[in-house]
């Protein structure tokens, strides 16, 4: 069987964990929570300026006694700082909150149409190039946005952070993101909890003797180049969606939960800033 060393996801010289923790909404003792999580085993952490949780997460951080080097940080810039004076500053403010010098992956964390994605992709790439972060991506790109990013950005990209999960297809976004060597990180990759109640995950998690988190993250980290954020807010929990390394679905299990993409359901649409997403097609 694979041990968690094993399920450390290589692009562009990132070393990406497959499991990261989430810390969008962390409402009671969120630095105790993110040192539980790194006690436990997490070493990767997903964080954003737009979730408020950057200095609690630098707090936990610093609790935990982790030495930096062992810690995957990533951070996200938000889509109201898409020119390069902004761009800066907010990772400059990121930094500070987390009590960082760098973190290891940056993100665009949302597109926006109205700069030009040369100057928010050539403040990406200043960013690493300045040694404010050791790696860049985006977050909730489409497949045509993902193709400019591609090929305006004077650094590797590493990573597309979008939401997936058994509920939602990305077989496109798959493809095109393997053809560039990148990683998909899934976001509510349990589907905020309405994966949870599935009657097949139930069955496949019964006879495995496993939760159904875990059934819903396995079938993610299992595919090719896929990383997933899940974010817990009981102990219990945050282990239990680390501890996926003791067992693998069969082809067929994977096939079952694979075919639930008939839902068809998408959870993070804010309409203020989700672009036009792409569709895909549901056999
Ligand atoms: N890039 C982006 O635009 C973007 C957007 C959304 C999210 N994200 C990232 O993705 C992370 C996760 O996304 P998310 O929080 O929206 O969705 P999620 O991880 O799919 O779902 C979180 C929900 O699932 C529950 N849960 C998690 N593990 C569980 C377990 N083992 N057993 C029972 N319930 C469990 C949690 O319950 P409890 O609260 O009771 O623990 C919580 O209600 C965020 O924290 C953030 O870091 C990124």
């Known amino acids: 069987m694979q041990s968690p060393k094993a399920f450390v996801l290589a692009a562009h010289g990132a070393k990406m964990p497959a499991i990261g923790f989430g810390t969008m909404e962390l409402p009671h003792r969120p630095a105790e929570l993110v040192a539980a999580a790194i006690a436990i085993g997490y070493r990767h952490i997903d964080t954003a300026r737009k979730y408020g949780t950057e200095e609690r997460v630098g707090e936990g951080i610093r609790a935990s006694g982790i030495v930096r080097n062992e810690l995957f940080v990533t951070t996200k810039v938000t889509e109201e700082n898409a020119r390069e004076a902004d761009f800066m500053r907010s990772v400059e403010t990121s930094l500070r909150a987390l009590g960082l010098d760098y973190v290891d ?13 040369t100057e ?12 404010l972060t050791r790696h860049v991506g985006v977050s909730n790109f489409t497949l045509a946005m993902l ?22 297809p990305q077989d496109r976004m798959l493809a095109a993101l393997k053809r560039h060597g990148m990683i998909l990180t899934a976001y509510c ?23 159904h988190a875990q059934i819903c993250l396995r079938w993610l980290i299992q595919q090719p180049m896929v990383a997933a954020v899940p974010r817990a807010l009981e102990e219990a929990h945050i ?24 839902r068809n359901i998408r959870i993070a649409d804010p309409p203020e800033r989700a672009p036009k997403w792409d569709v895909e097609t549901i056999a």
């Not at 928010?120 to 040694?131: C, P, Q, V």
């Not at 349990?190 to 139930?202: N, Y």
């Not at 282990?239 to 008939?262: G, K, T, V």
């Open 105 to 117: 992956l940056l993100l665009i964390h949302w597109p926006q149409p109205k700069v030009p994605f």
């Open 120 to 131: 928010t992709l050539g403040a990406l790439a200043k960013a690493k190039r300045s040694g």
């Open 147 to 168: 193709e400019e990013a591609v090929s305006v950005c004077p650094e590797p990209l590493v990573t597309n952070q979008i939401e997936y999960h058994a509920y939602l």
């Open 189 to 211: 990759p349990v589907a905020r909890g309405k994966l949870l109640d599935d009657p097949t995950i139930g069955e496949i998690a019964k006879a495995r003797g496993k939760t």
């Open 239 to 262: 282990r239990e969606n680390l501890d996926l390394f003791d067992f693998a679905l069969s082809d067929e299990e994977m096939r079952q939960i694979s075919a639930l993409r008939r």
